[in-house]
């Protein structure tokens, strides 16, 4: 049986980042509170979040397994001890190659299923002042992942986070999913077969239909296009 345990859970408040010497607006950074927290449809109590697009019910609850911690300090990164990576829970095991898109959890008293892979952006960039770490984090695939709450409760450090149900119908990981969408970009076959996949989040859904619509559309000249920089794939 599929299972880890949460190791702190964490929000973060709205502040400003330095990105190369721009002021930012974001919750990234996020630390543990005490207790047992109320997990919500669309988020931990407590939680902000800046643009719309983050969050929503598709991607209420950010994990990050503890399991990478070890790499980014052999990297240099001075990490702290839960919320690294601007997730909400900080969990020993269940790493992006165990887990599966649509597998369902128990933690604590919530449900929980997970939806997608995390998309590194610019602002891990810059809580670290390290211009190249969210390449890094794409291309390891120790992205973390999104989760949907399908029944409301309350989860806090120590509880098990339990795999109660998993969709049998395809074996696609989160790191799978996650070098579909951030990787390997012209792999169209397993996009469409990632579409196909009941529990994926609705917005991957239409990212990954509209990379192929372009690419069925566009076919080889998308690639000269890329490098110029007038679309993004």
């Not at 409760?153 to 149900?165: K, S």
């Not at 469409?192 to 080889?220: F, M, Y």
Request: hydrophobic content about 35%; proline content about 3%; charged content about 30%.
């Amino acid at each position: 049986m599929l299972q880890g345990r949460v190791a702190a859970v964490c929000v973060g408040k709205v502040w400003e980042l330095d990105s190369s010497g721009r002021s930012i607006a974001s919750a990234f950074v996020k630390r543990p509170v005490e207790g047992r927290v109320p997990v919500h449809r669309r988020g931990v109590e407590g939680d902000e979040h800046v643009y719309e697009g983050h969050g929503g019910e598709d991607g209420a609850v950010l994990v990050y397994s503890r399991d990478h911690y070890p790499f980014w300090r052999d990297e240099g990164v001075d990490i702290p001890e839960a919320g690294a990576f601007a997730e909400n829970l900080t969990v020993d095991g269940l790493t992006e190659a165990e887990v599966h898109i649509g597998d369902t959890f128990e933690v604590g008293s919530c449900v929980m299923q997970v939806s997608e892979p995390r998309s590194p952006c610019y602002k891990i960039a810059a809580r670290y002042g390290r211009k190249d770490i969210s390449i890094v984090v794409q291309d390891t695939g120790f992205t973390g992942y999104l989760l949907r709450v399908l029944q409301e409760g309350r989860t806090g450090a120590g509880d098990e986070m339990r795999l109660v149900e998993r969709d049998t119908s395809h074996g696609c990981t989160v790191a799978e999913a996650g070098r579909v969408l951030n990787v390997d970009r012209n792999d169209l076959d397993a996009a469409r077969r990632l579409i196909e996949i009941d529990a994926l989040s609705a917005g991957i859904k239409r990212t990954l239909a509209a990379r192929i619509a372009r690419r069925e559309k566009l076919g080889p000249d998308l690639d000269r296009l890329y490098l110029s920089g007038k679309v993004e794939t």
